[in-house]
């Protein structure tokens, strides 16, 4: 990166006469964004930077050397997607009936119910509270 910002200082000082860091970077961000190297030439046209053969040259250079940003599908578009292709596929399943010949049915026991200690502890506590009242 540090080198692609020497290049295009260098580049804008044959161009305007002078570079700036801020428009150093500003350059290179539309590069970045831009689809086409024309569309960089409109963009620094409009800066105020003229319309020649060196600046189009310039535009197709920092063009095919940023690094731009693919434009795919975002996460939730591609979320989207996957949910619908499983709905799909599991609209292709069906439930199949069980044979009467692999009727084996397994007894279910029910686990034992686990007292619940809290609540005696309570119902000891407010008793004995209860006999101590009415032994005063």
């Known amino acids: ?14 161009l305007l006469g002078y570079s700036q860091p801020t428009v150093v970077q500003y350059v290179i961000t539309l590069s970045k964004k831009a689809s086409s190297p024309s569309e960089i030439v409109n963009q620094l046209v409009e800066l105020g930077i003229s319309s020649s053969s060196e600046t189009l040259g310039f535009a197709k250079e920092i063009f095919s050397r940023v690094e731009r940003k693919t434009s795919g599908p975002n996460l939730y578009r591609q979320q989207e997607r996957e949910a619908a292709m499983l709905a799909r596929k599991q ?11 692999d ?8 686990l034992p119910k686990k007292e619940e200690t809290r609540s005696k502890k309570f119902r000891k506590r407010s008793e004995t509270q209860d006999d101590i009242e009415d032994e005063a």
């Open 91 to 101: 609209q292709t399943y069906k439930i199949l009936d069980a044979d009467d010949e």
């Open 1 to 14: 990166m540090g080198d692609l910002k020497t290049w295009v200082s260098d580049r804008l000082m044959t």
């Open 103 to 110: 009727d084996e049915t397994v007894p279910v026991v029910p």
